[in-house]
């Protein structure tokens, strides 16, 4: 039975941006709840997908663990300070899958207390309710994950580059910490850690936390994050890891086998992190290094504090693809520093990131590619918004009721940032950096959700840019689905050339292997191909392939390009290599695409073969939601 919630969430939310302005609390939070007719909206702040409630916020976690590869699970205890919010005297934890074994309450010292674990909801996981006696400031929860988690996936050694030890890493964002630590599992709660970890000693463990760089004796790891984190970026790591350093505060933990090509190509880090600070104010997190994880990972990156996880299928030889690093180090701003409130709030995360990602890349590496990968990024939202339900292309998205992992989409990236972009055109840069560098300070070390920002921009930019800004524009880049009109539509001048190379060989009028490339980047090959109409001939995809060898290429991002068109046409030459490519990779926003371009074109009986010989070495996430895809039960 789950435990009755006493209090919305909202009150968190607000209570952890109490230090921000006070007008930046929304005042429809607490009245709209008591006074929603059913067909109410989502209460802002308020986080759908938590049981915790307002009565103990967690400040201070203590994570004591083994990590047992044979049976697959981390064992030990997780202490959590607790701090009165409210009346009442039940800690309400979130958990997944988890065993628990005890609980145990106090100040110093701790003894057993009265606790339950109510029944598992499919998205939510279950409540774990404990009982806090008068006093008590400190939890113990002694407890035990599943091999299932969904947080965690644990590698055999052939699913690694050594083939020779096993490899544990953890997916936390957005609600599977609690499948590996009872905790509140919502983003508007934050704490600060330390963990004590033990694993077979010739591995080394990492986490977002300051890091070893060497192997310990006895394979016990100590940590500490002294600043504060929601949940979502708990993480940990744990494989036969070597670290090598960028620069004086960026570094790299990869497998020997990818070391040097990891350090090398994201060589650039350390200059991509001085360029942040000087616009956006001083990295608050001491270290910033990288993470190589195995090919399985379900995503590109992943901003954990102080270490990025990262997908090795971004090591392209010629740094083509490290607007991956700097999407990641920008969370070190926005997401980690200012973070959203609830998952409906995720655009205040990845919107601003996905901006702070295009500026950072601009610095280093020029206006050209700026220009180009604005405009990739705008042809993403368009493909999207085709793709999506109406509802689907808000921003401030409604999740209740949902799976955070389902309601995943571009729009919070690319809309997100298009509409701060805008807001750059209006007031001019100059302008826009500043009021970036206000707002990140603003909110440091906060959680805050759409209507607190919303406020904060009325506050600022509106006050001080009203003839160049328009509130209601700004709401219904928010609340509106789809463009309001005459929204910015990036293009480049780098791609004048390529369309036409394009439109003369759809034309018949240019042979593919008289078309001039010997210049062209990886943005404008990226260009050239998700240019190309749906439907294109087997003399035309052989004429491609053989002037361009495509299904050869060992660029991630193309060959995913490449094989959308191959699937798309039917064109067999590729399919060695698409699958090879599915079994291989375990990033979604490659295999969903691909798994529902099979199903779309008859392919459903070959997706379903090659899905499940890829499957042993997927992620949770990744069989959960591609066998949604190859089995018919994708909405
Ligand atoms: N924080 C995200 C990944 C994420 C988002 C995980 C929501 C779970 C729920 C990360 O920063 C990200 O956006 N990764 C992208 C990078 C890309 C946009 C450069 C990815 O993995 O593709
Ligand atoms: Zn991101």
């Known amino acids: ?222 940590f500490e994050m002294p600043q504060s984190i929601p949940s979502y970026l708990l993480a940990i790591a744990v494989g036969d890891l070597e670290f090598k350093a960028m620069g004086e505060r960026t570094g790299v933990y990869a497998e020997a086998e990818l070391l040097d090509a990891a350090a090398a190509e994201f060589e650039d880090t350390e200059r991509m992190l001085e360029i942040a600070e000087v616009d956006y104010g001083p990295y608050k997190w001491g270290r910033y290094d990288l993470l190589i994880l195995p090919p399985s990972f379900p995503f590109g990156g992943m901003e954990n504090p102080r270490l990025s996880f990262i997908t090795p299928t971004v090591i392209a030889g010629d740094k083509s693809l490290v607007a991956l690093i700097a999407h990641e180090l920008a969370h070190s701003w926005s997401g980690n520093l200012v973070t959203n409130a609830t998952w409906r709030d995720l655009w205040i995360n990845e919107g601003f990131t996905t901006y702070l990602t295009n500026r950072i890349m601009q610095k280093v590496y020029g206006d050209d590619r700026y220009t180009m990968e604005v405009a990739l990024g705008y042809a993403d939202l368009l493909g999207e918004l085709e793709l999506l339900e109406t509802s689907d292309e808000i921003m401030a998205l409604d999740v209740r009721g949902r799976d955070p992992d389902e309601s995943f989409s571009n ?37 805050i959700h759409t209507e607190a920002a919303l406020a904060y921009f009325e506050e600022t930019l509106l006050a001080q840019h009203g003839d160049a800004l328009d509130a209601d524009r700004i709401r219904e880049w928010i609340y509106e689905p789809g463009l309001p009109e005459d929204a910015p539509a990036p293009t480049s001048d780098a791609f004048t050339g390529v369309d036409s190379a394009r439109a003369d060989w759809l034309a018949g009028s240019l042979a593919a292997d008289a078309i001039d490339t010997a210049d062209w980047t990886f943005h404008q090959w990226k260009h050239f191909l998700d240019g190309m109409p749906e439907a294109l001939t087997g003399e035309q995809l052989t004429e491609l392939d053989t002037a361009f060898g495509l299904t050869e290429t060992q660029n991630n991002e193309i060959a995913f390009s490449w094989l959308m068109i191959a699937v798309r046409n039917n064109y067999e030459a590729a399919e060695p290599r698409l699958e090879a490519f599915l079994t291989s990779i375990g990033r979604n926003k ?31 996430l990744t069989v959960k939601r591609n066998g949604a895809v190859v089995y018919g039960e994708d909405a």
């Open 411 to 447: 729009i919070p990236y690319e809309k997100g940032s298009l509409f701060l972009f805008e807001i750059e055109k209006a007031i001019g840069r100059e302008a826009f950096d500043a009021f970036l560098l206000d707002y990140f300070q603003a909110f440091e070390f906060k959680s």
């Open 1 to 222: 039975m789950s435990p009755k919630r006493l209090l919305p969430l909202a009150v968190l939310a607000l209570a952890a941006c109490s230090k921000a302005p006070e007008s930046t609390e929304s005042p429809e939070t607490t009245s709209a709840e008591a006074s929603a007719p059913a067909e109410a909206g989502p209460v802002p702040g308020r986080d759908y997908h938590s049981y915790a409630t307002e009565t103990f916020a967690t400040t201070h976690l203590v994570l004591d663990l083994d990590v047992d590869f044979e049976r697959r699970v981390l064992e030990g205890t997780a202490t959590l300070d607790i701090e009165r919010g409210g009346p009442g005297d039940t800690l309400v934890l979130d958990t997944r899958d988890l065993t628990i074994t005890g609980v145990r309450a106090g100040g110093e010292s701790l003894s057993d207390t009265a606790f339950e674990l109510g029944e598992a909801d499919d998205i939510l996981g279950a409540p774990l309710s404990i009982t806090v006696p008068e006093g008590a400031s400190r939890v113990e929860v002694a407890y035990r994950t599943s091999p299932e988690a969904t947080g965690l996936q644990w590698l055999e050694p052939r699913q690694t580059a050594g083939k020779r030890h096993p490899f544990l890493f953890s997916q936390a964002q957005a609600i599977h910490a609690r499948s590996f630590v009872p905790s509140q599992d919502t983003p508007a709660v934050r704490f600060t850690y330390t963990a004590t970890v033990r694993v077979p000693p010739d591995l080394l463990a990492v986490m977002s936390a300051d890091n070893a760089t060497e192997r310990s004796e006895d394979g016990v790891y100590e």
């Open 590 to 620: 490659f295999l969903l695409p691909l798994y529902r371009a099979l199903v779309a074109n008859d392919k459903q009986a070959e997706a379903q073969r090659i899905f499940e010989a890829a499957k042993p070495g997927y992620h949770p």
